[in-house]
């Protein structure tokens, strides 16, 4: 069980950002940064198991936030197709 900030995008209808840390994008990529936009804060939420979301379990949403310093919920699969080379 942790705490969650969650920011919508400025660029990309529908698609937000959870992070671990309030305003600290410092885990998410550069590249992806980029094509969120500025991020907008919308809430800050206790990951208990508690609250329904449309990505995934509240479980799902801290394994990935612990794993990867971010997670990431798109519209569709190909919202945020990012080319790093």
């Known amino acids: 069980m942790m705490w ?3 920011y919508r995008s400025t660029n990309k209808e529908n698609s937000y950002l959870y ?3 309030e305003n600290d994008f410092s885990t998410v990529p550069e590249v992806l940064m ?3 936009g500025q991020p907008i804060f919308v809430m800050k939420v206790l990951l208990d198991g508690k609250r329904q979301f449309v990505a995934g379990s509240a479980q799902h949403i801290e394994d990935k936030i612990q794993q990867d310093g971010f997670f990431l919920q798109m519209l569709k699969d190909n919202d945020f ?3 790093t080379h």
């Open 81 to 83: 197709v990012v080319k």
């Open 19 to 21: 992070i671990g840390k």
């Open 4 to 6: 969650c900030y969650i």
């Open 34 to 36: 980029k094509a969120f």
